[in-house]
């Protein structure tokens, strides 16, 4: 299956960083058919017109349309001559760019005049005019423009002009930031509807003018229903371009390359899920079949001992390779210290941190299919003979994700390890992992979003802004329906935070801490404590407040403190859970209890900050 071969695939320049060849070099090396060429960025070429033609001919690029054309209609008759003297001008640059197609927006300036029969009379004399030069028109209505700002109001000029030469633009922002539909689609001429761009964006109680400017990204990204929108567009029988206009302060300042290739992979999920072409199914994910970490020998042993005293054991050994495996429950900790391999040139860069993860998925082959047909890299790790091979694919960090099936998770472990025996699980509930929580580099968190979601089906929960001392962490967490699989993505703008802490001092980003979802957390506690991995002390005015907030006891309150317990509640129960203090002042683990509790604990981030941030001080 070929997912770009139903509808071309488009970006307009403005959506990327960097100069116009670098533009049009990233939306060819990422696989799009054309682009749309932004006036600023032509205007900033040193070059002609007909040499970006060139370019984009080298590149097998096609230029699908030319834009903005701005403030044309409704201005008086003494600037409506100047208007048509600048559109003959823009119809003179599209023969040489070599488009046949200028995207006119609807008129923002506050005097500009509203009358429809003097905006037709406008609007069909620069159609025929555009017909004499053998070029489009396609009228966008502007969600800010002045009279004119939902597409039924373009649609209805459009109708009014009933030339050939003039259709409509419809992009997803303007439509669905003013809480729009595309309801009555249907009833337009499949014909007149000459372009389509799709953005997505956060929800946010802002002017829409400078949330469009800003705040966009790509389909996927945001809260958008651009799959909706996507959808209405293709089942009125649109058969152009999907393009992309994004305007976004981080995609202007972040690597091209990277982010054609995000914007591409958007619209080839965007128009699998609006029912266009079909990708292999997302896979059903049971869980975290293990976390890996990269070390050397000697921090092998000292992670080892760490993750004994939180009641892990030293379960087998690999028996060609320097990895070791530790086990509680059903948690598996793989420590990798051997030469030569992925996880020491991940140690050599990072230090001692996870290196990759492991997700328990129903059907690896049709997992890999997936990543591909999405454009995500694929990867396999040099085995030893008889040795279980282990697919992967990276994370926009490189981070590798293994693919594990039932059938592999049973025989991989007896296969490749020595094994110390069965370890005795306890009675209950069975230790597991609950989340992996990863702190991103500033302006990332986008990027990492669109992966989970389009290759795994997972979910973004409303993001959460909390205070470190030294700034603000915004969280976002990422679940699959059925929770077994959670992370948690964190990213902030201010140097000074744990989080951008973390991310400098390991070069990039990474797993910032795991959290294990243990039966009962005071006994796990009190064990690690014993062991001298005591959690970290929470003050006595936050148990004081707990008090007065919560119907809890005096002895569970003493026996909380005690054991550095903190607590949340939400509409399905309760949720316990203390912090192990940081390991080599990188990562740390977190214990935790749910009792139908949904969330994370946010409202404690701000108390295990400053609690952790004293453990280190003292340390």
């Not at 048509?84 to 923002?108: H, I, P, Q, W, Y």
């Not at 020998?297 to 028996?319: D, N």
């Amino acid at each position: 299956m070929n997912a770009l071969k139903k509808s071309a695939k488009s970006i307009a320049t403005v959506s990327l960083s960097g100069t116009l060849a670098d533009k049009l070099e990233a939306a060819a090396a990422a696989g799009f058919e054309g682009v749309e060429i932004f006036e600023a960025d032509l205007l900033s070429f040193d070059g002609t017109p007909r040499d970006v033609r060139r370019m984009a001919d080298d590149l097998g690029l096609r230029i699908f349309m030319f834009q903005p054309f701005r403030d044309f209609e409704g201005l008086g008759p003494a600037q409506f001559q100047r208007n048509l003297e600048r559109a003959e001008r823009k119809f003179d640059v599209m023969a040489e760019l070599g488009t046949d197609l200028l995207l006119l927006c609807s008129n923002v300036q506050p005097h500009a005049q509203g009358n429809p029969a003097q905006l037709t009379v406008e609007l069909a004399e620069l159609a025929r005019r555009a017909a004499r030069r053998d070029v489009r028109i396609a009228y966008e209505a502007l969600a800010w423009g002045t009279h004119v700002k939902f597409w039924r109001q373009a649609w209805e000029l459009v109708q009014r002009v009933s030339l050939p030469s003039l259709g409509l633009a419809l992009d997803s922002f303007h439509t669905l930031a003013l809480g729009d539909s595309l309801a009555g689609i249907e009833y337009v001429p499949s014909e007149k509807i000459f372009f389509v761009q799709l953005a997505d964006a956060p929800k946010l109680s802002l002017d829409v003018l400078s949330w469009s400017r800003h705040y966009r990204n790509f389909p996927g990204q945001g809260d958008f229903d651009v799959v909706g929108f996507t959808r209405a567009v293709l089942e009125a029988g649109y058969t152009g371009p999907l393009s992309l206009e994004i305007f976004n302060d981080n995609f202007r300042a972040g690597p091209t390359r990277p982010t054609a290739l995000d914007g591409l992979r958007s619209l080839i999920w965007v128009e699998a899920e609006a029912g266009r072409v079909e990708l292999p199914k997302p896979p059903e994910l049971g869980g975290v079949e293990f976390v890996e970490f990269a070390v050397d020998a000697p921090t092998g042993l000292a992670l080892g001992q760490y993750l004994m005293a939180m009641g892990f054991v030293q379960a087998g050994k690999h028996r060609s390779k320097a990895v070791t495996l530790y086990r509680l429950g059903e948690v598996n900790i793989v420590l990798n210290a051997e030469p030569d391999s992925a996880a020491s040139e991940h140690f050599v860069l990072h230090g001692p941190s996870v290196c990759a993860l492991a997700l328990k998925v129903d059907d690896v082959p049709r997992t890999l299919a997936r990543a591909q047909a999405l454009l995500c890299p694929t990867w396999a790790e040099r085995t030893g003979p008889g040795e279980h091979r282990i697919p992967a694919v990276r994370e926009p960090d490189g981070t590798l994700l293994y693919l594990v099936d039932e059938a592999a998770s049973r025989q991989m472990w007896g296969k490749d390890f020595d094994l110390a025996g069965p370890v005795q699980a306890e009675a209950g509930v069975t230790p597991r992992i609950d989340h992996v929580a990863q702190a991103l580099n500033p302006g990332s968190m986008d990027r990492f979003i669109l992966f989970y979601r389009t290759l795994f089906d997972l979910a973004p929960e409303p993001a959460i802004d909390y205070a470190d001392r030294f700034g603000l962490v915004r969280s976002r967490a990422m679940e699959n329906a059925s929770g077994s699989v959670r992370i948690p993505l964190n990213i902030s703008e201010s140097p000074a935070t744990e989080t951008a802490r973390f991310v400098a001092a390991g070069a990039g980003a990474g797993v910032h801490h795991i959290a294990v979802a243990i039966p009962d957390l005071q006994a796990a506690t009190a064990r690690a404590a014993q062991a001298g991995l005591a959690p970290v002390s929470i003050p006595m005015n936050y148990y004081e407040d707990l008090e007065a907030r919560f119907a809890l006891d005096d002895v569970q309150l003493r026996e909380m403190r005690r054991h550095g317990i903190l607590y949340d509640h939400d509409t399905g129960g309760d949720f316990f859970h203390a912090y192990l203090p940081h390991f080599a002042e990188r990562f740390f683990f977190e214990f935790v209890e749910r009792h139908g509790y949904q969330g994370y604990g946010a409202s404690n981030a701000s108390i295990r900050l400053a609690a952790m941030a004293r453990k280190l001080s003292a340390a």
